[in-house]
């Protein structure tokens, strides 16, 4: 069963900010959200990660709702090299190996 | 530095036959995962090593599935008596450290795209 939920795909234009958002209505305490993405053919890349506090680096920004149900990720000034598919990803702090489980992701079209 | 290579990065084959997929990790990363992805889905897990120990292979399919990373290094993911239905991307991750670190990055291989005739 998937653990999150995203829309199938979203448009952006270049410039601006993208808000991704993804709903995880079931996360445990223990529980962090995982951004990756996944360009073209390429594999997945890392983008951020966070349990319960917002979290921003230098490829994007993690806002997590206080009851932690849902969340945004935020590329500030979106370019068309982040046309890409984004995986939302729970994963147990408990989880002692680490899988990834993707889901079917949110394919971002940025344009001119 | 280099990245995760995987080779052969392209490998047709005849429905029966058995494939080797090749998994180079980062030098000195402990974790090593191995995906399957269909077209137009995200990467399913299979299987993950820390150094040489298979700790998780929950995700092979079936039996004829199998992998092995003997010196906690390069790793081999063999699929026997391949079935059409094996057709997919095979990737390979890799993580510096164990890999329920929390915050533990995965970097990903290119993939090996596998058709099965």
């Known amino acids: 069963d998937a653990k999150t939920t995203q829309p199938p795909s979203m448009d952006c234009a270049e410039g601006r900010a993208a808000n991704l958002p993804c709903n995880h209505s079931?996360?445990?305490?223990?529980?962090?959200v995982y951004w990756y993405r996944q360009i073209h053919s390429q594999g997945p890349q890392y983008i951020i990660h966070?349990?319960?506090n917002n979290e921003t680096n230098e490829m994007a920004s993690l806002i997590i709702t206080e009851d932690r149900k849902s969340s945004t990720l935020i590329l500030p000034h979106a370019t068309l090299r982040d046309t890409a598919v984004y995986y939302c990803?729970?994963?147990?702090?408990?989880?002692?190996?680490?899988?990834?489980?993707f889901g079917a992701g949110t394919q971002v079209v940025v344009t001119p | 530095g280099a990245g995760v290579s995987q080779s052969p990065r392209y490998k047709v084959t005849k429905r029966g036959q058995d494939v080797a997929l090749r998994c180079d990790p980062i030098?000195?990363?402990?974790?090593l995962y191995w995906y399957r992805q269909a077209l137009g889905q995200g990467p399913e897990f299979l299987t993950y090593?820390?150094?040489?120990?298979?700790?998780?292979k929950s995700g092979l399919p079936n039996d004829r599935f199998s992998a092995e990373r003997p010196e906690g290094s390069i790793s081999t993911l063999t699929i026997q008596r391949t079935e059409q239905r094996d057709s997919a991307m095979y990737r390979c991750?890799?993580?510096?450290?164990?890999?329920?670190?929390?915050?533990?990055?995965?970097?990903f291989g290119p993939g090996t795209r596998l058709l099965v005739l």
């Open positions: 966070g349990l319960k």
């Open positions: 990803i729970v994963r147990a702090s408990t989880d002692s190996w680490g899988k990834l489980q």
């Open positions: 079931t996360i445990s305490g223990n529980e962090y």
């Open positions: 991750a890799s993580s510096k450290r164990g890999g329920g670190a929390i915050g533990e990055t995965q970097y």
């Open positions: 090593f820390n150094y040489e120990a298979q700790q998780d």
């Open positions: 030098s000195g990363h402990v974790s």
